[in-house]
């Protein structure tokens, strides 16, 4: 059992702090007041409601009760760490690059309090070479006479699944260029894993390892995505390809889901600020810049979707939107596209209806839309606001409850439109509401719904590919 501290009490920071304290004695720090107050008392069986939302982890707090504290105090936060994890915020400043004032600040604290020897590692998502920075500042502040050695440990933990991805992850990346202090860690974690999940690597490898996978899984998805909008023209079905596809075990199947675009707290931003590390070093990421564009492009796709149909002017228009964290199971909505749908309808004057199964994603929608107020309503309750006022209905992320909508029900809409952002209707439903006379719009998948124009094609070919 070694005793271990983490740097952030936010989404990454509390579970792995609950994960850490099955086999190790974990203390989380956070200068946020209410956020450790709302995890204590957890810990203490004083409350079951926490401010981020993760199936399991309020559980797996209580049932390692005796091994986790989180506090506010940063003294009790160093008290004879043997390994600290710095897990803050990275959020993307204005040119795309990660802002690491959190990091800094936190590696501060660190050297100004730190009384033991220890090893720090970033669990943060930051540029490579940032180690090394931690490591500087550490060194120019530290008080005691004590070895400090940094390296780094990338997270990839996903959203709504965390407390599972920890418990069985596919692989722990971690770098340090001291061996010993690597060898510190590579005992840490065997407490809690076998060895082959292991990938120890130098300091450096392990801060790129971290941006080249996000940024290919989000590569998978705008390669789909732009392909999804080729089959719309055409009147293939992108699902159909993507199992075609994906069946190849070269490709495999995950991540191929087309949809109005990736969001979320890491894509979007570890995507920009790979592709602009790479421009500072005059190595561009081409294939990443292109990733990105096409993201950009295919949420507008799907919103002209809906503006196609109804006209530039929505005033008298209702819309309901299911789902509206960036993917189901969370009250992230940080880069959430529905939440750019839901904007996108507003500033046309609709009213938006919200229905989302995570509470806390609802409420974070009132705290980050305050200029918004008037514009839209919250509900608990699926079909609550399924009525004669509405025009549309938007699903916005792929929670079982909407790939089985109540046709019945739905029926009361005035408008019979669905927009499927996450194209999560089967094709079965699709043609049986088609019957009922709703229209089906999607991203890639239209035509299961409207027939192929194949006099079109046939004229296409005929004038284009006969030389
Ligand atoms: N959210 C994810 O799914 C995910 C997955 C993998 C990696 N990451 C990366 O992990 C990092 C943290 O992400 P997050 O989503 O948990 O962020 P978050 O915003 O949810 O939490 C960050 C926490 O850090 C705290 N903090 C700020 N300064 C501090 C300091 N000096 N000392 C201690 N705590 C401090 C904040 O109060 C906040 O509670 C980011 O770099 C992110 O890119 C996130």
Redesign the pocket.
């Known amino acids: 059992m070694a005793r271990v501290t983490i740097?952030?009490?936010?989404?990454?920071?509390?579970p792995t702090g609950a994960h850490f304290a099955r086999t190790h004695r974990v203390t989380i720090?956070?200068?946020?007041n209410n956020?450790v107050e709302n995890i204590n008392k957890v810990i203490d069986n004083d409350s079951d409601s926490l401010?981020?939302h993760e199936k399991g982890l309020i559980e797996l707090l209580q049932e390692n009760h005796e091994n986790i504290v989180a506090t506010t105090d940063i003294s009790l936060?160093l008290d004879r760490p043997e390994i600290i994890f710095?897990?803050?915020?990275?959020?993307p400043n204005e040119k795309g690059r990660?802002n690491l004032k959190?990091?800094c600040?936190?590696a501060?604290?660190i050297a100004k309090n730190v009384k033991n020897d220890c090893v720090v590692l970033?669990?943060?998502?930051?540029p490579p070479g940032t180690a090394y920075l931690v490591k500087e500042i550490i060194d120019k502040h530290l008080v005691n006479d004590v070895k400090i050695s940094v390296g780094s440990c990338?997270?990839?933990?996903?959203?709504g699944t965390?407390v599972e991805d920890l418990r069985t992850p596919d692989r722990i990346v971690y770098g340090c260029d001291d061996t010993e202090a690597l060898d510190k860690v590579t005992e840490f974690f065997l407490y809690l894993h076998g060895r082959s999940t292991l990938s120890p690597m130098t300091t450096l490898s392990s801060e790129v390892t971290?941006y080249a996978a996000?940024a290919l899984l989000a590569t998978k998805i705008s390669f789909m995505n732009s392909l999804a909008i080729l089959c719309d023209a055409v009147g293939a079905n992108i699902r159909e390809v993507q199992e075609g596809v994906g069946k190849d075990t070269r490709v495999g199947r995950k991540f191929l889901n087309a949809s109005m675009g990736y969001g979320?707290?890491?894509f979007p931003?570890?995507t920009s600020a790979i592709a602009e590390y790479g421009q500072l070093f005059s190595s561009p990421l081409e294939i990443i810049e292109s990733t990105i564009l096409v993201n950009d492009k295919t949420i507008k796709y799907f919103s002209e979707k809906i503006i196609h149909a109804f006209g530039d002017d929505l005033s008298d228009k209702n819309f309901i939107i299911w789902g509206i964290g960036f993917k189901a199971r969370t009250d992230?909505l940080?880069e959430s596209k529905p939440v750019q749908v839901a904007r996108e309808l507003m500033d046309r004057g609709a009213h938006v209806h919200i229905y989302d199964t995570v509470k806390g994603a609802l409420e974070n929608f009132k705290v980050e839309n305050p200029s918004y107020e008037g514009k839209y309503s919250v509900y608990h309750e699926q079909y609550e606001m399924v009525n004669g006022n509405i025009d549309g209905l938007i699903i916005g992320n792929e929670h079982e409850k909407f790939r089985n909508p109540d046709v019945e029900k739905l029926e009361n809409m005035r408008g019979k439109y669905i927009f499927d952002g996450k194209n999560v209707l089967n094709n079965h439903l699709i043609k049986s509401l088609k019957r009922k006379g709703f229209n089906y719009r999607s991203v890639g998948k239209d035509t299961v719904a409207n027939a192929v124009d194949k006099t079109k094609l046939i004229d296409f070919l005929k004038n284009q590919y006969m030389d």
């Open positions: 740097f952030g009490a936010g989404y990454v920071g509390v720090y956070d200068p946020d956020k401010h981020i936060a710095i897990a803050v915020g990275t959020p990660a959190y990091v600040a936190a501060e604290q970033n669990k943060s998502t930051v990338p997270e990839f933990l996903a959203e965390a971290k996000n979320g707290s890491c931003k570890d992230d940080r």
